[in-house]
């Protein structure tokens, strides 16, 4: 027996099983006319494969499958149907993974710079007009030669560097891989998009020093802003006394230092300002409030928390509007997973 009969009489038989699997659903819309019909071709169909009878099994097969079309017809627009029924199904598990485990979003500002980036150099309204990053002098490179290079550019420290020469093709793998966004003269870079994760606050408590997601609702100083999700590092805990001694922040006293992130914000460097009682550049905002060079420690309420942006030089944090009720924590960012730079993967 060849191979292309044993592949026939292999589907002869996943058609026998399927059939008598669609009589037992839909038997009590068959009569007993229609249900003899179909269990006696269903017979011959079997006889045929247990004799390995190729010749009379392809027979037995177009039969049971006319058998089936007129008792079990085809309703129109199938392929159209089960497509649609696919596209729902996935759409209620993406609703179910979004609501319940993991919730996109992205960095509208740079209150968490360098850790996070908002689009960068911001546009008014929400900041003074900055003008874009300039593109590199002289005659743009070959684009043979800019993708030669693109692992090295990818992993540049520096985020003030043009990474692709504004060509065309250049400028849609710059739009498409780095966020770059093209104006005359010079680019911005896209804020990062990022997951966070709103399963694990179900079955632990949240860390200090974690970076989370929350919204501003019930925060009387933000009414203005109320609908609206912040991303911030976790600081305090309900009963701590949070200070701040430039550059460093304070928690009952002790030097806040369990993740690495702190080290990197205190040290002043690649970016980052440590903690500051007041921007060295003024605000657009009131004061602070809450926590200032006359008052330079805070007591957490009950069942809230208090958090500070990474870039204490422009951030609208608890200093400002001061802690946060519990139940408006959405959940801890976890990954950025767009665009493609040097902070793409896990957040710390």
Known sequence: M????????????????????????????????????????????????????????????????????????????????????????????AMG???????????????????????????????????????????????????????????RTSEYEQIWPPSLLERLLGSALTGAIYEPGGYRLRGDHIFVDKLSYHFRKPHRGEVIVFATKNIPDLQSRQGAFYIKRLIGLSGDEVQIRPPYVLVNGTILDQRPAFKRIYSQQNGYSGYLLLSPYGFTVTPPKYINTSHPTYDVPPDHLFVLGDNSASSLDGRF????????????????????????????
Not at 41 to 66: F, H
Not at 322 to 347: C, D, E, M
Request: with cysteine; net charge positive; proline share 9%.
């Open 321 to 348: 509007w001061g802690s946060l009720p519990r139940q408006n924590l959405v959940g801890r960012a976890v990954l950025v997973y767009w665009p493609f730079t040097k902070r793409f993967g896990p957040i710390d």
């Open 2 to 93: 060849t191979w292309s009969d044993r592949k026939k009489l292999k589907q002869a038989r996943e058609l026998s099983r399927g059939a008598c699997k669609l009589i037992r659903i839909r038997r009590d819309l068959l009569d007993s006319r229609a249900l003899d019909e179909l269990n006696s071709a269903i017979a011959n169909l079997d006889v045929a494969i247990q004799k390995r009878d190729v010749a009379a099994g392809s027979s037995s097969v177009e039969k049971l499958d006319k058998i089936l079309g007129k008792h079990f017809p085809q309703p129109k627009h199938a392929g159209l149907r089960e497509n649609i029924e696919v596209f729902l199904v996935a759409a209620i598990v």
């Open 97 to 155: 993974v979004r609501t319940f485990f993991l919730q996109p979003f992205k960095i509208p500002t740079g209150s968490m710079q360098p850790t996070l980036y908002g689009i960068y150099p911001p546009r008014p309204p929400d900041s003074q007009y900055q003008p874009p990053i300039p593109y590199v002098e002289g005659a743009p490179r070959s684009l043979f030669e800019s993708l030669r290079e693109l692992p090295r550019q990818l992993i």
